[in-house]
């Protein structure tokens, strides 16, 4: 998903059910409940028909959140367009999806992971599911074929610090050790249930005793969720409370896109798959088709601005709308350093219901044109009627949940919109997940 209100937790190839494995292909039932959270049950169960037909074991040991990690990747995009066309058509929907845009790094490509930490009696390890069964070396890690090779590495060298008797109060405070970044810098995050001084003296010593031939870790962090959140980056979980403390290095995370360089907050939203956002953006660019004098781009759910001020230059004024104060805060901050102050503007807003309206220029006879990239379960209905009372002569809507595409879709049409391009990217290879953008524009 690329703009989940700005918040890590949100990401939705972290967040797959976890489910049991079975020797050779994943059964239909296990399939269907890896990708609940993606395609619809009728879209699993194709999956599932075209898995079933490779060769016995192929798929052995494969954890189900990677559930087409296993196959070459000419096979998976295969599996995958065959696979959406086969739901287009049981939902009924209008016009026929385009081929899915290829992944330049199809593996070993995540630039968010994490490890979930689980203590129980005096035996500690670190899942990659949370929540699931698979517990990989004792004290160690599962292994996935799609982060860096780097994360690994990192994951096992904590691990096995952690296994020193005298991180007994870090082992027990731990909930999350997590990575992100970029694929050349990445901070390290340690999500930790409570803070006293114990706890916080081992977590200096952790951070003072990481590998020193790891150049690209950057900084580190505390974060800290008093509820043990079952996502890794709760930020909404104690309002108000200390959430994040800097350990070591940089207060902001750094990535660059198109010559662009961004900061966003240790906590804010951003891609997990790098080297797909230039097409993320030529796609968005295109669909947007930017040209008419005068006009007025809204970019609803923005994040750190990323498509805002890669668009700033085609459009008379932009406006950026996000829930997160962090995102919108570092949306201000690129855009002094990006010279796009002048064209492009930021406001903290939930996107929820009618009143979204509020935090929206008056209409003033201008063009307007939308670009919403809204998390899985797409634009709420109250707020996409408000939106599409404006009258915006394009929309451009990203979705990253693929179950909810069709309600979006129909709903768009109900307010007098109608379907002109369906544009999917394999943002997330290796799992059941696409982004699919989708044109809309008035029927009329």
Same mark, same amino acid.
Request: charged share 25%; aromatic share 6%.
């Given at each position: 998903?690329?703009?989940?209100?700005?918040?890590?937790?949100?990401?939705?190839?972290?967040?797959?059910?976890?489910? =049991?494995?079975?020797?050779?292909?994943?059964?239909?039932?296990?399939?269907?409940?890896?990708?609940?959270?993606?395609?619809?049950?009728?879209?699993?169960?194709?999956?599932?028909?075209?898995?079933?037909?490779?060769?016995?074991?192929?798929?052995?040991?494969?954890?189900?959140?990677?559930?087409?990690?296993?196959?070459?990747?000419?096979?998976?995009?295969?599996?995958?367009?065959?696979?959406?066309?086969?739901?287009?058509?049981?939902?009924?929907?209008?016009?026929?999806?385009?081929?899915?845009?290829?992944?330049?790094?199809?593996?070993?490509?995540?630039?968010?992971?994490?490890?979930?930490?689980?203590?129980?009696?005096?035996?500690?390890?670190?899942?990659?599911?949370?929540?699931?069964?698979?517990?990989?070396?004792?004290?160690?890690?599962? #292994?996935?074929?799609?982060?860096?090779?780097?994360?690994?590495?990192?994951?096992?060298?904590?691990?096995?610090?952690?296994?020193?008797?005298?991180?007994?109060?870090?082992?027990?405070?731990?909930?999350?050790?997590?990575?992100?970044?970029?694929?050349? *810098?990445?901070?390290?995050?340690?999500?930790?249930?409570?803070?006293?001084?114990?706890?916080?003296?081992?977590?200096?010593?952790?951070?003072?005793?990481?590998? *020193?031939?790891?150049?690209?870790?950057?900084?580190?962090?505390?974060?800290?969720?008093?509820?043990?959140?079952?996502?890794?980056?709760?930020?909404?979980?104690?309002?108000?409370?200390?959430?994040?403390?800097?350990?070591?290095?940089?207060?902001?995370?750094?990535?660059?896109?198109?010559?662009?360089?961004?900061?966003?907050?240790?906590?804010?939203?951003?891609?997990?798959? *790098?080297?797909?956002?230039?097409?993320?953006?030529?796609?968005?660019?295109?669909?947007?088709?930017?040209?008419?004098?005068?006009?007025?781009?809204?970019?609803?759910?923005?994040?750190?601005?990323?498509?805002?001020?890669?668009? #700033?230059?085609?459009?008379? #004024?932009?406006?950026?709308?996000?829930?997160?104060?962090?995102?919108?805060?570092?949306?201000?901050?690129?855009?002094?350093?990006?010279?796009?102050?002048?064209?492009?503007?930021?406001?903290?807003?939930?996107?929820?219901?009618?009143?979204?309206?509020?935090?929206?220029?008056?209409?003033?006879?201008?063009?307007?044109?939308?670009?919403?990239?809204?998390?899985?379960?797409?634009?709420?209905?109250?707020?996409?009627?408000?939106?599409?009372?404006?009258?915006?002569?394009?929309?451009? +809507?990203?979705?990253?949940?693929?179950? *909810?595409?069709?309600?979006?879709? =129909?709903?768009?049409? +109900?307010?007098?919109?109608?379907?002109?391009?369906?544009?999917?990217?394999?943002?997330?290879?290796?799992?059941?997940?696409?982004?699919?953008?989708?044109?809309?524009?008035?029927?009329?």
């Amino acid at each position: 998903m690329t703009g989940a209100g700005g918040t890590a937790s949100a990401d939705p190839a972290c967040r797959w059910p976890a489910c =049991r494995r079975a020797p050779g292909i994943f059964p239909r039932r296990r399939i269907a409940g890896a990708v609940k959270t993606g395609y619809s049950v009728g879209m699993a169960r194709f999956l599932d028909s075209v898995l079933s037909r490779l060769p016995t074991g192929s798929g052995r040991g494969l954890p189900a959140v990677e559930p087409l990690a296993h196959l070459d990747y000419a096979a998976e995009l295969a599996v995958k367009n065959a696979a959406l066309r086969e739901f287009w058509e049981r939902e009924g929907l209008p016009l026929t999806p385009g081929e899915v845009a290829a992944a330049p790094r199809p593996r070993h490509y995540r630039t968010t992971t994490r490890r979930h930490v689980v203590v129980s009696r005096g035996r500690m390890q670190l899942l990659a599911d949370p929540g699931g069964d698979r517990p990989g070396r004792p004290g160690g890690l599962a #292994a996935s074929a799609l982060e860096p090779a780097e994360h690994a590495a990192l994951y096992d060298a904590i691990a096995e610090r952690l296994l020193e008797p005298h991180f007994r109060p870090l082992r027990e405070a731990l909930h999350f050790v997590i990575l992100r970044g970029s694929l050349t *810098e990445r901070c390290l995050i340690l999500n930790v249930s409570h803070l006293d001084g114990a706890v916080v003296r081992k977590l200096r010593i952790l951070a003072e005793g990481l590998p *020193e031939g790891d150049r690209g870790l950057v900084s580190a962090f505390i974060f800290h969720d008093p509820t043990r959140s079952p996502y890794y980056l709760d930020t909404g979980a104690v309002p108000g409370s200390l959430k994040v403390k800097k350990l070591f290095g940089p207060e902001i995370l750094m990535v660059s896109f198109n010559g662009r360089r961004y900061s966003y907050a240790p906590t804010g939203f951003t891609q997990v798959n *790098e080297a797909m956002v230039p097409e993320l953006l030529a796609t968005a660019r295109r669909l947007l088709a930017p040209g008419g004098d005068g006009e007025r781009l809204l970019d609803l759910y923005c994040g750190y601005g990323l498509f805002a001020h890669d668009l #700033a230059a085609d459009y008379a #004024a932009v406006l950026g709308l996000d829930a997160a104060p962090e995102g919108i805060e570092s949306a201000r901050r690129n855009g002094h350093f990006l010279g796009t102050e002048g064209r492009a503007s930021f406001r903290v807003c939930r996107i929820e219901g009618a009143d979204v309206t509020r935090s929206l220029p008056k209409p003033d006879g201008r063009r307007e044109v939308i670009l919403a990239d809204p998390p899985r379960q797409g634009i709420p209905p109250a707020a996409l009627a408000a939106l599409a009372e404006r009258a915006p002569a394009r929309v451009v +809507q990203a979705c990253c949940g693929t179950d *909810e595409m069709p309600a979006q879709i =129909r709903a768009w049409q +109900q307010h007098g919109y109608r379907l002109q391009a369906v544009c999917p990217l394999d943002m997330f290879p290796g799992t059941a997940h696409l982004e699919t953008f989708l044109r809309l524009e008035p029927a009329g």
